[in-house]
């Protein structure tokens, strides 16, 4: 499997995601929780994380919103909400283990007594874990990209609530999603696949992936942030019923170029809100003129949490046959490695 410009393997890793799910839950169960609050104990739990380890906190919210009798909040950024503290449960999320958003807000909430389990790779946000090295879910370290580490990441948080009585079940769910998921990624790798025929349909126009709350609004923004780095081009993601109150509205100008630069892509499952749907079709329709086709993609998911990472998986697999047909090599991100580099130099203005 591969391309000759996927010098990363990012083809391979992309197709191990069911092994790495299966794995990452054996390595959550291996944590620690003895200094850890009891389920009991427990008021809100936040998640920090940046870029794709960012996305595990979004996973979590998406699937503990119907479950979870306590709020999550996800930070992507430096700061705390001022609510964090000793009855926080915090889940520090860094695939390399250095991403500086995150080794701060750690530190700052070790700083308000909040429990805080790290999931991350070998770098200064594990070494900052301390005496407490049992709370820390390492990440494998022959992950070529973050984006790559996409179960790794999303899975620790779910199993962690679950052994603590918050989310019971979720360990069982998530295994049989990662069964399930081992048959969609046959299917996946074979040539002509759906990937490839979702790849083909969106050719040299830009993406506008729409989900909802839920399993399909965390797999619209993995496929943005996808298409964006495998793929080197832009994408942009919307919910529903959201976009019915502004986004549709700036559909009436610049016809002639949205019909040949744009298409929509609706990310569906089954158990989505019956208005929603409605929904759903009823924007296909009105901006079916205006795009330069509308691409209706489904998963026959019977759960919520294979529905994400069923949704999820496909939009890798489309996200690299995109860079495929460009010749562009899905692994290197240039622009985020010279980015880095200038924030680590001295502030120049």
């Not at 069964?179 to 969609?184: E, W």
């Not at 696949?193 to 126009?205: F, N, P, V």
């Not at 964006?228 to 993601?237: C, G, L, S, V, Y």
Request: with cysteine; proline share 6%; glycine share 8%.
């Amino acid at each position: 499997m591969g391309t000759p410009a996927d010098s990363l393997g990012m083809w391979d890793a992309t197709a191990g995601l069911p092994e790495q799910i299966t794995d990452a839950i054996a390595r959550a169960e291996r944590a620690e929780l003895d200094r850890c609050l009891r389920g009991d104990e427990i008021a809100n739990v936040v998640v920090c994380g940046m870029g794709g380890s960012g996305l595990a906190g979004d996973v979590l919210a998406a699937l503990a919103y119907p479950r979870l009798a306590v709020p999550v909040s996800v930070v992507k950024g430096y700061r705390l909400p001022a609510h964090v503290g000793r009855r926080t449960m915090v889940f520090a999320v860094s695939c390399s283990g250095d991403t500086e958003e995150t080794i701060e807000a750690a530190a700052d909430a070790r700083r308000r007594g909040a429990c805080v389990i790290t999931v991350a790779g070998p770098g200064a946000l594990a070494a900052a874990a301390g005496d407490d090295q049992g709370s820390l879910v390492p990440v494998p370290a022959d992950i070529p990209q973050p984006r790559a580490a996409f179960g790794a990441l999303a899975v620790p948080p779910l199993v962690v609530l679950d052994r603590l009585g918050l989310l019971e079940g979720m360990r069982d769910m998530v295994r049989s999603a990662a069964d399930d998921l081992a048959s969609s990624r046959d299917l996946l790798v074979q040539p002509d696949s759906a990937a490839a025929q979702l790849a083909r349909a969106i050719g040299d126009t830009i993406p506008l992936v729409h989900g909802a709350p839920g399993p399909t609004g965390v797999a619209a923004v993995r496929w943005k942030t996808q298409i964006n780095e495998n793929a080197k081009t832009p994408a942009f993601h919307s919910l529903q019923p959201e976009l019915c109150h502004n986004e549709v509205a700036g559909w009436g100008q610049r016809r002639e170029v949205t019909q040949k630069s744009l298409s929509l892509v609706a990310l569906r499952y089954d158990a989505e809100h019956p208005k929603v749907a409605r929904r759903f079709s009823l924007v296909e329709r009105l901006m079916g003129d205006v795009v330069t086709n509308v691409i209706d993609v489904r998963s026959d998911a019977t759960t919520d949490v294979f529905a994400l990472f069923d949704l999820a998986l496909l939009g890798d697999f489309v996200s690299l046959h995109l860079a495929e047909r460009v010749g562009v090599d899905p692994g290197p991100v240039t622009v985020l490695a010279d980015l880095k580099t200038r924030l680590a130099s001295p502030w120049s203005g």
